[in-house]
């Protein structure tokens, strides 16, 4: 069974300072993708970043960036001069290669206090 | 806009009609995903097409559920005799397989259901 635990139901961040969002994930999958999604209050989910579990160079996207650690299966995000407008909800979510659904986190619900 | 489109974006019915939703991918993606979220949670998946294949259902997928594609373009969900566990936000994604390096999906708005 594939499974996505978010620990983290809330956070709140100061303006311009940093953040980390926890995710661990339980598969026998060797070959897998993992995503962190974020869903602005009444808007659409878009995708922040995705790591390919092959790739052992941790995936930055700007201020966003992941700590991926395959043998401990977590794979948190990093939101670094955190602005305004990334107050979301983050989903992490899990598709192994060649698998047609994403497995997602309950997700974290992160506010930027100005 | 070239994005996933959804329609309607609000639906409120009685307990036991039928509804429909529809779903733009985008339009170059072959792959187009159906899943339901329900308050506090995370999306969960539905049902997948390639092109208008559909390839595999959950087993949330009841039998009052049917998802058709019928020209590989756009998509419907539809719900029959709905209930009041049914009420949650149906979301559709589209993805270009390809490569399968590439096949990330992108979410459209969601249609929200509600069930009185």
């Known amino acids: 069974a594939q499974t996505v635990t978010q620990s983290q139901p809330e956070m709140s961040v100061q303006e311009a300072e940093t953040v980390t969002l926890s995710c661990t994930y339980d598969?026998?999958?060797?070959?897998?993708?993992l995503f962190w999604y974020k869903q602005p209050p009444s808007r659409q989910m878009i995708l922040v970043i995705r790591?390919?579990?092959?790739?052992?160079q941790n995936a930055t996207e700007n201020r966003f960036s992941v700590n991926f650690q395959k043998a401990a299966k977590s794979f948190s995000l990093k939101i670094s001069d955190s602005q305004l407008g990334d107050t979301a909800m983050y989903f992490c979510a899990f598709t192994p290669t060649g698998a047609n659904n994403l497995f997602f986190g309950t997700g974290t619900r992160l506010t930027v206090i100005p | 806009d070239t994005g996933v489109s959804q329609n309607p974006r609000h639906k409120i019915t009685k307990r036991g009609q039928n509804v429909t939703f529809r779903c733009d991918p985008i339009?170059?993606?072959?792959?187009l995903y159906w899943y339901r979220q329900t308050l506090g949670q995370g999306p969960e998946f539905l049902t997948y097409?390639?092109?208008?294949?559909?390839?595999?259902k959950s087993r949330l997928l009841s039998d009052r559920f049917s998802a058709e594609r019928p020209k590989g373009s756009f998509s419907t969900l539809e719900i029959q005799r709905t209930e009041q566990g049914d009420s949650a936000m149906y979301l559709c994604?589209?993805?270009?397989?390809?490569?399968?390096?590439?096949?990330?999906?992108?979410f459209g708005p969601g249609t929200r259901l509600t069930v009185l």
């Open positions: 339009s170059e993606h072959n792959r």
């Open positions: 598969t026998s999958e060797n070959n897998y993708y």
């Open positions: 097409f390639q092109n208008e294949a559909q390839l595999e």
């Open positions: 790591q390919e579990a092959y790739k052992q």
């Open positions: 994604a589209s993805s270009f397989d390809l490569d399968r390096r590439l096949d990330t999906q992108y």
